[in-house]
C-alpha cells in the first residue's frame, strides 16, 4: 500500500472510504486487500462495513475471495454485538434457506455455526 493511500485510510473513521476504496478499485486491489481489511476491522467499531465488504467481496467471487470474507465474517461475529447486521452476512452467505439447513451447515463450516449462533443463541441465556 503506498504512502498517499495509507495516510488516507488511517484518516478513516469507520470503515465507509475503505470499503469504498475496495468497491471502486476492485480487481485491482487484490495485492494490497489483506491491509485493507485489516484497516477496516481496526476501525469498523458496529461491524457495519466489515459485513458490507463480505457481503460484496461474496458477490464479486466467494471463491476467490474466500479468506477475506472468512476474516471479515469472523470479525462481524465480534463487531456485532447488537446483531442488526449479521442476519444479512449469514443470507448473504449462505442463502435465503440457511435457517432450514443450520444443522448441515453448523456441521461443515465452522463461521456458520459462529454467526448463526450469535444471531440465534440458545434459550436460556
Do not use: H
Not at 470499503?19 to 486487500?33: R, S
Not at 457481503?55 to 462481524?76: F, H, K, Q, W
Amino acid at each position: 500500500m503506498d504512502q498517499e493511500l495509507k495516510k488516507k485510510l488511517t484518516q478513516d473513521p469507520d470503515g465507509l472510504l475503505t470499503y469504498e476504496y475496495i468497491a471502486n478499485n476492485m480487481g485491482l486491489c487484490d495485492e494490497i486487500m489483506d491491509e485493507l481489511i485489516g484497516n477496516m476491522i481496526l476501525v469498523d467499531s458496529t461491524g457495519q462495513f466489515i459485513v458490507s465488504a463480505a457481503r460484496y467481496l461474496n458477490a464479486i467471487d466467494p471463491v476467490r475471495y474466500n479468506s477475506e470474507i472468512r476474516r471479515l465474517a469472523d470479525s462481524a461475529i465480534e463487531k456485532d454485538r447488537e446483531r442488526r447486521y449479521l442476519p444479512d452476512l449469514l443470507e448473504s452467505l449462505y442463502g435465503a434457506d440457511y435457517a432450514g439447513r443450520a444443522d448441515e451447515l453448523s456441521a461443515s463450516d465452522d463461521t456458520f455455526r459462529r454467526l448463526f449462533k450469535r444471531v440465534n443463541p440458545p434459550k436460556g441465556i
